[in-house]
T-cell receptor, first 114, second 113 residues
Framework: EPEVTQTPSHQVTQMGQEVILRCVPI?????FYWYRQILGQKVEFLVS??????SEKSEIFDDQFSVERPDGSNFTLKIRSTKLEDSAMYFC??????WGYGYTFGSGTRLTVV | GENVEQHPSTLSVQEGDSAVIKCTYS??????FPWYKQELGKRPQLIID?????GEKKDQRIAVTLNKTAKHFSLHITETQPEDSAVYFC????????????FGPGTSLSVIP
């Protein structure tokens, strides 16, 4: 069964440093997402991406965050200057197209900001 | 924006009993309602979903019901097994959007052998 791949699985970074989280969505999927989950809490929407541009973003996704799909396969989330409160599990997800499809989530990147 | 509430937050049942988790949503335009299961330390995985043109859907021991008028939907798990122990999240798409789903806060289900 096709999988969404995320790297790294765990990243520890100093506050104020930049981090890049990487995802390889399923190859024929068209819509891509980043969600995050603070430990023990609910899964929160960050951003959706379609046709090489952001289609929607949440209020969490401020100017410190950016996404891109540089080479048609990788889908990255960059946090420019990390804060302690950015510590969370970050999940990438994708769907084949349009609405009414359940997400295929990646295995997640646990980001710890110290 | 869409708000998804979920009850109960924790649920403990004896193996073999049924479990019911209920969710309500606020956006009457929502038309897609997935349920995800998340085991400890793992990713959320889709277990069942329902679209607004259907009132009920079953898949083996799992069923979901939808009441669009009341804006609530429920997950029913029959003949529970210890491997059903996990956190379950309901979700809904706001403004009938394909852009995102909004998740409920989750229900931690424990099945006691």
């Amino acid at each position: 069964e096709p999988e969404v791949t995320q790297t790294p699985s765990h990243q520890v970074t100093q506050m104020g440093q930049e981090v890049i989280l990487r995802c390889v969505p399923i190859s024929n999927h068209l819509y891509f997402y980043w969600y995050r989950q603070i430990l023990g809490q609910k899964v929160e929407f960050l951003v959706s991406f379609y046709n090489n541009e952001i289609s929607e973003k949440s209020e969490i996704f401020d100017d410190q965050f950016s996404v891109e799909r540089p080479d048609g396969s990788n889908f990255t989330l960059k946090i420019r200057s990390t804060k302690l409160e950015d510590s969370a599990m970050y999940f990438c997800a994708s769907i084949p197209g349009s609405w009414g499809y359940g997400y295929t989530f990646g295995s997640g990147t646990r980001l710890t900001v110290v | 924006g869409e708000n998804v509430e979920q009850h109960p937050s924790t649920l403990s049942v004896q193996e073999g009993d049924s479990a019911v988790i209920k969710c309500t949503y606020s956006d009457s335009a929502s038309n897609y309602f997935p349920w995800y299961k998340q085991e400890l330390g793992k990713r959320p995985q889709l277990i069942i979903d329902i679209r607004s043109n259907v009132g009920e859907k079953k898949d083996q021991r799992i069923a979901v019901t939808l009441n669009k008028t009341a804006k609530h939907f429920s997950l029913h798990i029959t003949e529970t097994q210890p491997e059903d122990s996990a956190v379950y999240f309901c979700a809904a798409n706001p403004r009938a959007s394909y852009d995102k789903v909004i998740f409920g806060p989750g229900t931690s289900l424990s099945v006691i052998p």
